[in-house]
């Protein structure tokens, strides 16, 4: 498996995946040739990039940057797959996000025999959206209450993989698919990477909420601390975001104090009347894996072990470590 940093110029084989679930991350939306070979996904990145830069696109360092983090993502997604979708695993869960669209990428590139025999549950319409073009079969949680595995995005993970999640407004199905897994694995690139909650992420906490009860729930909010939680509006629409599930999503940004104990943050949100979902996910992953900058992979399980592995041991890894 070769570094981003040495990535080969050849755009040439594989087929095209949706790359972006998040507003925000425009620079992430481009269309991604993929191949078995991480190296070569990185180079097709550049590819597309440097032609989208010739329509008046980024700058050439914006857009190196988005290369080495979109190979970042890849490295994460294909490592934990290979760690923890085995031939067994018959029941998986699709979490939302652009790194899945990688995860998706590598389950396919199992092959069909053993994909044939398995059934994926979306977290959302991006994921739904994922199964299907992936020629997978699609089942839905209220069909398969146990799963065996789900693989999700997450906007931060802390020391102790909790998470903040809901960035893109899917926290409530993918808690759901989260509580479902006997095995919960998050994927992201570096920056997601943090000692502490609120570090990199500064929106805030995604809340769903029921939509009458916004304004009563945003005054609460602030009353637990959060001054500036606003409501999410859309960006090519007026009025708000609606989720998948019909919901409204309040953003609430909190003080490190509050973050430093997110268990007791997640239970005054929940608590609150109207509040459908709140998107910290506290303690329910078994592992979290970053693809970083050089090419190395660095794995935190719920153990406390952390460890970073380079090229070379991604590639010989060859170990499940999947229940
Ligand atoms: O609601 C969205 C999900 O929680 C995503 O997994 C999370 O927002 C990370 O998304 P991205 O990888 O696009 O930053």
Redesign the pocket.
Known sequence: MSSPAIARLDASKGSSIPN???PG?ATATANVTTSTNPADNVAAHAVNIASQEAKGAPSASATQAATVIEGA?QLAAYTAVDHHILPHHKVIGI??????PYVVDRIVQQGKEVNSGRVFIPTGFQSKELIVKAGLILGDVDQYPNIDVTV????EVDSDLNCI???????LR?KVLAEAAETWVVV?DYRKNSKVLGTTYKQGV?IEVAPFAYAKLLQNVHRLGSEKAVLRMAKAKAGPVVTDNGNFVIDAPFDESKYKDPHSLLTNLKMLTGVVEV?LFCRMAKAAYFGNQDGSVTIKRDNGEEATLREEEIKNYGGATST
């Not at 979490?95 to 899945?100: D, E, F, H, Q, R």
């Not at 999700?152 to 906007?155: E, F, L, R, S």
């Not at 999640?165 to 926290?171: E, N, Q, S």
């Open positions: 972006n679930s998040n991350d993502k979490g939302s996000g652009s790194t899945v999700d995005g997450a906007d999640k809901g960035g893109g407004a899917c926290h993918e992201a995604p998107g």
